[in-house]
């Protein structure tokens, strides 16, 4: 048996947590075994990785500089591998990540400006080899996606407080990176309903051959 790696990306609130649940629902009733997991985080250490990533530091006068917030993700990233989605993966099961490498290109990159070649370098020492075979990028303008954040849970994390301009960015980042990698990417409009974004995707999936696991 085959096990996959599928990732979800897109700017906050876009829905890919949402998704990724109907998704395994459906994955499961058509008797995949399915793992779901999330970036940052997924493993132990990971998920204490998490933390510092998404909150804010208490000192007024210390931020994360953009450079550790790269090295930090990875950090989580290597746990994550090691513990949860390699033997996953080894074992034939079907992975959906919410969020994986291309967040850090995009957030680490355009986001905060490192310079691509570095993330590159880093995103290949930590995936090896291993690459997702199926990246959904849900789509939709940061506007609405912040707000559906906010209607949820007050979208208060260190990158949902970032300025629109920030996520102006993201959001070209991640068409680029469909633009850049169709075969491995798809682009998802997330703004339809959430039954609507699930159909499409379940297309998109069953186009890789469920049959076959
Ligand atoms: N297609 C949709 N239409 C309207 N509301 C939606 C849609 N998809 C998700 N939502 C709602 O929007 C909010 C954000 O969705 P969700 O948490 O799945 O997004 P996310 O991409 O995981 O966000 P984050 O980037 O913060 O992790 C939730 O309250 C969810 O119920
Ligand atoms: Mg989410």
Redesign the pocket.
């Known amino acids: 048996m085959a096990g996959r790696l599928i990732t979800f990306e ?10 990724i649940a109907l998704l395994s629902q459906r994955l499961q009733r058509a008797g995949v075994t399915v793992v779901t997991t999330r970036e940052p985080g997924g493993s132990p250490l990971a998920e204490q990785l998490r933390s510092l990533l998404l909150h804010a530091l208490p000192s007024t006068t210390e931020t994360i500089q953009p450079l550790t917030e790269l090295l930090l993700m990875s950090a989580a990233r290597c746990q994550h591998l090691a513990y949860t989605i390699q033997p996953a993966h080894a074992a034939g099961q079907w992975v959906l990540c ?1 969020r994986f490498h291309d967040s850090t290109w995009v957030y680490q990159g355009h986001g905060r400006g490192i310079e691509p070649v570095v993330i590159a370098t880093i995103n290949r020492l930590v995936l090896g080899t291993l690459l997702p075979d199926l990246t959904l990028v ?1 789509d939709i303008s940061p506007e609405i996606g912040l707000q ?2 906010r ?2 849970d007050g ?1 208060n994390d260190r990158f ?1 407080r970032e300025e629109l301009l920030f996520h102006q960015r993201i959001r070209q980042g991640f068409l680029d990176l469909v633009e850049q990698q169709p075969q491995r990417c798809c682009l998802i409009d ?1 703004s ?3 039954d609507q ?1 699930a159909e499409r995707i379940w297309s998109r999936v069953e186009e890789m051959g469920i049959g076959l696991c």
Not at 10 to 19: D, F, L, R, S
Request: aromatic share 0%.
């Open positions: 897109g700017g906050e609130g876009c829905g890919k947590t949402t998704q919410d849900l559906r954040a209607d949820r979208g949902a997330a339809q309903s959430v974004v």
